[in-house]
Each structure stands twice: as C-alpha cells, then as structure tokens.
C-alpha cells in the first residue's frame, strides 16, 4: 500500500498542474471572445470557467453572469441569443429590439472579430510568456562570452572566470558561438582543453572543459528521461559501463541501443553520482533536407559546457519579435506535422491526447515554475492553432461560415448549420478518442 502512495502523489500533482494551465489558457481565449465581442456591441450571458454546476458566481453591472464551475475542463462564453455554450447552431428567439446585441444578429464584421480573437488572444498570451522571458533572463550575447559558471563533476577541469571572452579552444579560432561546437567536432573527448580567452585585456591561456561535454541542458517532456527523473544540469559519467565525456558520445550510444534499455551513471550537483536506466524512444524528427527522419531518442538536450553565454537584456520590442517568432515556430511546426501525418510522412502516434498533454503538464510543473509557464505558452499557441482549423464546433469553423456569408451575401441554412455541426462535434470527438488511444496504446 506505501508503495502506491508516491505515485498517487504524482498523479494528482499532474491533474492539478494540467487543471491549472488549462484554466489559464481557456480563460485567456474565452476573455478574448468577451472582450473584443464587448466592444463590437455583443452581450455576453455568462462568462464561465469550467463546465457543470457553479461554485462561485457574480453579476457585473452589463448584466454578464462570471462564474466558477466544478468540471475544470474548460470554459466558455456564452452571448445573448446562443442556444448553446458553443455557440453552435441556430440561435434562442430574442427580442427584435436587442437582437443587435447577439452574435447572430451583429454585423459580419462583429462576429468574425469575436470569434478570431479567441486564437488571437492565446497567441498573444505565448507572445507575452516568450518576451518576458528574454526581458528577465536575456539573450546571449553576439561574442562567445561566459556568463556564470556552472557546477562541474570531479575531474573536470575548468578555470574558464565570467567575463572572459573566448578566442580559441584547443587551439581553434572561435569567433562566435558556434565556432565553441565547430571545435569540439576537431577535438577529441577530454575532462580539459586549453582555452584562449580575453581576460582584463590580457590574452591568456587557461585550462577548460570539453567544448560539449555530456551535460544535460532540457529535458522533453513525456521522453524516456523524464520517465526516469533526469533533470538539467545532470552530467552523464557513462553509459553502459562505457565512460562518456561528450554529448556526441551519448547520441552514438543511444542510437547503437535501437530500443534497448541504458544504464547511465549520472552526476547531478549537490547530489553526487546515480545509476538511472532508461529506455530509448522511436520518434519522428525533421530532417535537415526536408521530410522527417526516425531516430531512437531519449530525449535530452545538452551540448553546452559548463558556463552559460553572458547575456544582454532585451528591449521590450526585440522581445516582442522574439516572443513572436517562437509562437509562430510553434505554428508552423504544428502545421508541418499535422500535414506529416495525413500524408504519412510520420506515424498518427505522433498525436498525442489529453493523458499526454497532462503527463507532459506535470513533468514541466515538476521541474520549476519557468518551466511550467514554458509549457503553458506553448500550449497556449498550439490551441489557438487547432481552434482555428476550419472544423464546425471550433473557431475555425465559425470563422468559415462568416466567409461564406461574406462570400455569398447570405449565412448558411438552419439546416445546414445543425447538420455540419454534427459532423464537426463528431469529428472532434473522433480525434479526441484517436489521440486518448494513442496515449494508451503507442509506445
């Protein structure tokens, strides 16, 4: 029975970190539909987060219900006139005199606003989460200069100080970042290097660590070394009984395993050295050229020494620029696998549902604060992506109704919208149940 009790812990800090960032995300898209549809003369009902019956409630002075429900799966808007909390199909009768103040009854104008800004707002959400990140933590800057220094395992040899400006590395010139990794593709794995730094205005030479040594910097969630509790900062000693001293060296094992399970001793800071066993995952990975290509992973990222780069800080419109080109990334990745697997370029068990969303939720909760608010960025941009697929039920699919409407002069039919909604329902449900088994049944 004590057995279990870790475990329960584990899975109820997973549903409440899941709860959490889906309140956050659902509430900042559903407050866009409120908001901008506010402002375009559309009467919101109910402004509800979760779903079932209430728990908390109050009426603002619009007349607008805001209210708490106990199903946290969710939440919606509800405007005047909405026959359902999605507002799907054909409207509740109104009085001719406020039906301005519906959603069916507002011009094109006014709908097609509302309901884009739901997707608008999630991205702006990702957008802001992005650039505060490089306005509190910074960006490198453009010189290979070290920052702070970064706890080292016994053996590893590092004299490397912060400020020091690095021009060479085991005797190759280094004239920015990358030129740290091209070195270490001509150096042969070793606890030091000689290290050509700028120190006070003096070139000197010092001893310091492999370019890239086997020093975990991410860890992916749901991979196989966030099933076994690695973390970053960890340093992979061997693997297999083989000593390792360069992040290559991991690839290379990994890949030689084709699935098999790893015994790797890891350092962590302030912990000392632990045995871990992983077992390597097969996925799909863009390839260089174009397409995707398979490879096993565990599901690390690493390659940097032992110093993080000096960095700047970011201007509020350079972060902004920043913020939105990750969300944008994260977009057009969506994009790019969705299309990957109906064309089966990939395997469909590279679609994940809400068990793995959830698993993946807790394990960034799990590994701090700055990593959750990660996640919940990244989550955020990929729902306002799928609810702007053109699927009735969804955004996107209200959105391609006022299209036709503008299009053509006229909305579709009563008829029309209950039958395509059906078929929207269902088809969301379908891929709810497709991406469930997924989480069960794929490796």
Same mark, same amino acid.
């Given at each position: 029975m004590n057995d279990l009790i870790p475990q329960f812990g584990g899975t109820l800090w997973t549903l409440a970190a899941f709860f959490v960032a889906l309140a956050v995300i659902?509430?900042?898209? &559903?407050? =866009?539909?409120?908001?901008?549809?506010?402002?375009?003369?559309?009467?919101?009902?109910?402004?509800?987060?979760?779903?079932?019956?209430?728990l908390l409630?109050?009426?603002?002075?619009?007349?607008?219900?805001?209210?708490?429900?106990?199903?946290?799966?969710?939440?919606?808007?509800?405007f005047l006139g909405d026959a359902n909390a999605a507002s799907a199909g054909p409207g509740r009768a109104v009085d001719p005199a406020v039906r301005r103040q519906t959603l069916t009854g507002a011009p094109l104008w006014a709908r097609f606003a509302t309901l884009l800004a739901g997707p608008v707002f999630n991205f702006i959400l990702s957008i802001l989460i992005f650039g505060g990140f490089a306005i509190f933590q910074g960006i490198p800057v453009e010189q290979p200069q070290v920052g702070t220094i970064a706890e080292a395992p016994p053996g590893v040899v590092n004299e490397l100080r912060p400020g020091d400006v690095v021009l060479a590395v085991g005797g190759q010139p280094v004239r920015d970042w990358g030129g740290i990794a091209q070195a270490a593709e001509t150096l042969p794995p070793a606890p030091w290097h000689d290290w050509r730094v700028l120190r006070d205005g003096s070139e000197i030479t010092v001893r310091g660590p492999d370019p890239m040594p086997a020093r975990i910097s991410g860890v992916a969630p749901r991979s196989a070394a966030a099933d076994?509790?690695?973390?970053?900062?960890?340093?992979?000693?061997?693997?297999? *009984?083989?000593?390792?001293?360069?992040?290559t060296q991991m690839r290379e094992a990994v890949e030689a395993a084709e699935g098999q399970p790893l015994a790797?001793?890891?350092w962590r800071p302030g912990a000392?050295?632990?045995?871990?066993?992983?077992?390597?995952k097969m996925q799909d990975l863009p390839a260089e050229g174009g397409g995707y290509e398979r490879r096993w992973l565990i599901g690390v990222t =690493?390659? &940097?020494?032992?110093?993080?780069?000096?960095?700047?800080?970011? *201007?509020p419109l350079e972060a902004l620029w920043l913020?939105?080109?990750q969300t944008w990334g994260i977009v057009t990745s969506s994009l790019s696998g969705m299309w990957a697997m109906i064309s089966g370029q990939i395997g469909t068990c590279n679609l994940g549902g809400a068990i793995s969303i959830a698993e993946s939720t807790g394990q960034a909760a799990s590994a701090g604060g700055g990593n959750f608010l990660w996640w919940i960025a990244v989550l955020s941009a990929a729902i306002g992506f799928l609810n702007l697929l053109p699927i009735p039920v969804?955004?996107? =699919?209200? /959105? /391609?109704?006022?299209?036709?409407?503008?299009?053509?002069?006229?909305?579709?039919?009563?008829?029309? /919208?209950?039958?395509?909604?059906?078929?929207?329902?269902?088809?969301?449900?379908?891929?709810?149940?497709? =991406?469930?088994t997924n989480d069960l049944f794929c490796p």
């Open positions: 659902v509430t900042v898209h &559903e407050f =866009g539909h409120y908001y901008i549809g506010r402002l375009s003369g559309i009467r919101a009902e109910v402004f509800s987060v979760g779903f079932g019956p209430r409630s109050r009426r603002d002075r619009r007349g607008t219900l805001w209210q708490v429900a106990a199903i946290p799966l969710g939440g919606y808007v509800r076994a509790g690695l973390r970053a900062g960890d340093v992979v000693m061997a693997i297999g *009984g083989q000593p390792v001293s360069r992040f790797l001793q890891v000392g050295v632990a045995d871990y066993t992983l077992v390597p =690493g390659g &940097e020494s032992f110093f993080s780069p000096a960095t700047r800080s970011a *201007g913020g939105g080109a969804l955004d996107g =699919g209200h /959105l /391609l109704f006022y299209t036709w409407e503008a299009l053509t002069g006229r909305p579709p039919s009563d008829k029309a /919208l209950s039958l395509l909604t059906a078929i929207g329902m269902a088809a969301v449900l379908s891929l709810m149940i497709f =991406g469930l």
